[in-house]
């Protein structure tokens, strides 16, 4: 007797970053014919790293932070055996810096009921008083009811009657990090969706960081399972050419049922060849490497009024072995000082200068590093704003990173998201 054999559906998926990965991985599990198709030598995207040769360790494109309402990431690392690649702050803390106060921190209680802890949080940062704390209340309230809309940060903030201060010490720092905008841009709606989701549980309200290198701690852990669940991964495979068939989809010539492109929104317009407009944010990473640095006094610290605005300790939150360092050689400590949302106005050896003089204040040690590397992403990220749809061409699945007012702004968490999104969407059109 013949038995009919099931051919599987053939899906391509544009994009090595962590969302093509993620849907590659839930697509293979769900018996799919997957094929990832990577334009650079290896996956990784924005969340790869590279050797450097000087210090012979790895190191990050740019240090992630994460916290604790990245779910889906959450989930996704521990389908893939790398729960413990990420080191958890016990309960909220932020810790800044300023010329004038030296260090202090916004640090909720635990023992309280979230919002409460928060409002005694801020009341006791140097500084603020009773006015910053009613002013977190009507903030809170403000985000309950939802009256966002069309808003920047800014703009929130005002109707909300916040002392220069509050913004200054937590909603700039927050926002700049979060939606790589400062306030008078960023959209309120979704920075409201970024503190709801992080602080909507107390116990989750926490920040975390990879404890080692982004290619060993995310991308490998997640490619090897994609592996295993059946994918094929084409490495060095620019693809150029998407057309519609009667059935179906051709990628370069080559015939699948569906294509899902995992691409930053700039990249996905130019692969369809759309002509539109698409706004993006600039990070700038300087990695200064020390001879004898003490460390800082935290894993990372915010800078206020200073150009650095995020200063990490990367060799605190890494050992030595685990980012590759050769231990027979005396460790060079690791710092990176992060700039989100780089206006690009200064000259390469000024910023340099400028930033080492700050984290010479921030730990108190003034030595020069023995290795400086400055990493600018001109594109680091897609900025929330009304992207247009990318089309209607059936056979595409669209999971670029083109966040949409009140939506979460462009994350990991974001391209996780998105990566099982479109999963879900294939399953649903093919099942
Ligand atoms: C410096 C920096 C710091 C950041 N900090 C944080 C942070 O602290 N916390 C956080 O959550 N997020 C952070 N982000 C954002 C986060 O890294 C990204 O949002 C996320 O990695 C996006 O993943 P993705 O898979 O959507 O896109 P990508 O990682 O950009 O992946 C897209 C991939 O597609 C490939 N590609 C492009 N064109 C083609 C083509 N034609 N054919 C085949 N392949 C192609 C590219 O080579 C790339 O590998 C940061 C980003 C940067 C750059």
């Known amino acids: 007797m013949l ?33 990832l198709f990577e334009a650079a030598p290896t996956a990784g995207g924005r969340t790869r790293s590279f050797p450097d040769k000087f210090s012979g360790a790895w190191c990050d494109n740019g240090p992630h932070l994460l916290n604790g309402a990245y779910r889906a990431t ?22 800044l810096w300023d010329r004038q106060r030296g260090h202090f921190s916004l640090s909720p209680s635990p023992r309280l009921p979230f919002s409460l802890a928060m409002l005694a949080a801020v009341h006791a940062m140097p500084e603020h008083n009773w006015r910053s704390a009613l002013a977190m209340l009507r903030i809170h309230l403000g985000l309950q009811q939802g009256k966002t809309t069309g808003m920047s940060v800014a703009r929130m903030m005002q109707r909300c009657n916040a002392p220069d201060a509050l913004v200054r010490d937590m909603i700039e ?9 400062p306030t008078a841009t960023a959209d309120a709606s979704s920075f409201a969706r970024v503190l709801t989701e992080s602080f909507k549980s107390g116990g989750s309200a926490r920040l975390g960081w990879f404890n080692t290198p982004l290619q060993q701690a995310l991308i490998e852990p997640v490619l090897r399972r994609v592996v295993q669940a059946g994918a094929s991964i084409r490495c060095r495979h620019p693809v150029r050419n998407i057309t519609t068939e009667n059935v179906g989809v051709s990628v370069d010539g080559e015939p699948f049922d569906a294509v899902v492109i995992a691409l930053p929104a700039y990249m996905r317009n130019r692969l369809l060849n759309l002509h539109r407009p698409c706004a993006t944010g600039v990070i700038t990473n300087i990695h200064l490497w020390y001879r004898d640095h003490p460390g800082l006094p935290e894993p990372f610290i915010g800078g206020i009024g200073t150009l650095g605005q995020w200063f990490f300790d990367i060799s605190a939150q890494m050992s030595a072995q ?14 990176c000082v992060v ?12 910023l340099i ?8 204040s921030i730990s108190g040690f003034s030595h020069s590093p023995a290795h400086v590397r400055l990493v600018r992403e001109k594109r680091a990220t897609v900025l929330v704003r009304q992207h247009r749809p990318a089309s209607t061409m059936p056979g595409i699945i669209d999971a670029s990173e083109s966040p949409w007012p009140g939506e979460l702004p462009a994350t990991i968490e974001f391209a996780v998201q998105r990566g099982e999104k479109a999963a879900a969407e294939a399953v649903k059109r093919f099942k």
Request: proline share 6%; charged share 15%.
């Open 3 to 35: 038995r009919s054999i099931r051919i599987p559906t053939r899906i391509a998926i544009i994009g090595g970053g962590i969302c093509g990965l993620t849907a590659a991985l839930r697509l293979a599990e769900n018996n799919f014919s997957v094929s």
């Open 74 to 95: 959450q989930q996704l690392l521990s389908d893939c055996g790398a729960s413990n690649h990420i080191c958890w702050q016990p309960s909220l803390k932020l810790p």
């Open 173 to 181: 720092p927050i926002c700049l990090g979060a939606m790589n905008e």
């Open 322 to 335: 685990a980012s590759g360092q050769n231990r027979s050689v005396r460790p060079l400590r690791h710092l």
């Open 339 to 350: 700039i989100s949302a780089d206006p690009q106005n200064m000259a390469r050896n000024d």
């Open 353 to 360: 200068n400028q930033v080492q003089q700050e984290l010479s």
